[in-house]
T-cell receptor, first 113, second 113 residues
């Protein structure tokens, strides 16, 4: 089986712009979670989707949003980028939810200038 | 307040030595996972533990879940340079069905040949 794929792998944006990141889960996995990873804060949960429905959301501002399509592929969007949004954004998939283990993609490295 | 504490934060040892890293919380985990992450890549799932007192082995790695399900340890026997990486624990702290994992900040392990 192919693993979790994320595109693009690297992205450079300027403050105020918006960005869309894409994640394709492992075939058959219906749960997709998104995380932000920074050196200071570690991995922080953004949100989780299952069958196109957001089931849980972390403590991030409304500028961070996401969605999931019928084929389980997911996108996250960040609007009005700030310097502090520079991070590695990770997507993870699992069959029914993260509590029994999930599989991560390689991440998208976002740099905001 | 960090809900999940990992220690030590950094560890540098010689090849062939043994080591233990710890993951602690004041709350009870419904389940707990350990991951290893290498630079530029997403975390890779090593193990999931669910039952208090559970011990799981993965080659030279031994994982233990505390009886009260508030702590866990990872022991590596005869460490090798290939064990180098960031070791992360992640727990479901909100109860079954929360669909959200909380991550510790990790232990960065360097194994010197």
């Amino acid at each position: 089986k192919a693993g979790v794929t994320q595109t693009p792998r690297y992205l450079i944006k300027t403050r105020g712009q918006q960005v869309t990141l894409s994640c394709s889960p492992i075939s058959g996995h219906r749960s997709v979670s998104w995380y932000q990873q920074t050196p200071g804060q570690g991995l922080q949960f953004l949100f989780e989707y299952f069958s196109e429905t957001q089931r849980n959301k972390g403590n991030f501002p409304g500028r961070f949003s996401g969605r999931q399509f019928s084929n389980s592929r997911s996108e996250m969007n960040v609007s009005t980028l700030e310097l502090g949004d520079s991070a590695l954004y990770l997507c993870a998939s699992s069959l029914g939810g993260a509590s029994r283990g999930q599989f991560f993609g390689p991440g998208t490295r976002l740099t905001v200038l | 307040t960090q809900l999940l504490e990992q220690s030590p934060q950094f560890l540098s040892i010689q090849e062939g030595e043994n080591l233990t890293v710890y993951c602690n919380s004041s709350s009870v985990f419904s389940s707990l996972q350990w991951y290893r992450q290498e630079p530029g890549e997403g975390p890779v799932l090593l193990v999931t533990v669910v039952t208090g007192g559970e011990v799981k082995k993965l080659k030279r790695l031994t994982f233990q879940f505390g009886d009260a399900r508030k702590d866990s340890s990872l022991h590596i026997t005869a460490a090798q340079p290939g064990d180098t990486g960031l070791y992360l624990c992640a727990g479901d702290l909100s109860g079954a069905g929360s669909y959200q994992l909380t991550f510790g900040k990790g232990t960065k392990l360097s194994v010197i040949p």
